[in-house]
C-alpha cells in the first residue's frame, strides 16, 4: 500500500481516492507542467524524453508563477488537450 501525505494545512486530512490511471501512456497525449521552479525544464526535459521514447505524444505547459496555482485557463487547456499530466516539483 502506497500512503501519499497532502502538503495542504489541513487540521484532519481528507481520504481521497487516487485518480484513475491509464495502465500505459503509450499513445497517449501527456502534459508536462513547468511551475516556473528552478531547474523544473531540466527534470521535465528528461520525462519527455522518456515519454517519447515509450510512444506518448507529450505537450509542454508552463504556469506563470510557483507562488500561485495555475490559471484557470491554463488548467483548461490542459484538461482539454491532454489524456494525462505531469507537474515538475523540483528546485
Known sequence: MTTVLDPTNEATPTQ?????????????????????KPRGDIFLNRVEERLTA???TVKRYKKPTFAKPAPVDLRHEIASQCDAVIEALAD
Open 16 to 36: 481521497i481516492d487516487p485518480a484513475m490511471r491509464p495502465e500505459s501512456l503509450a499513445g497517449l497525449t501527456v502534459g508536462l507542467l513547468d511551475i516556473s
Open 54 to 56: 515509450l510512444g506518448s
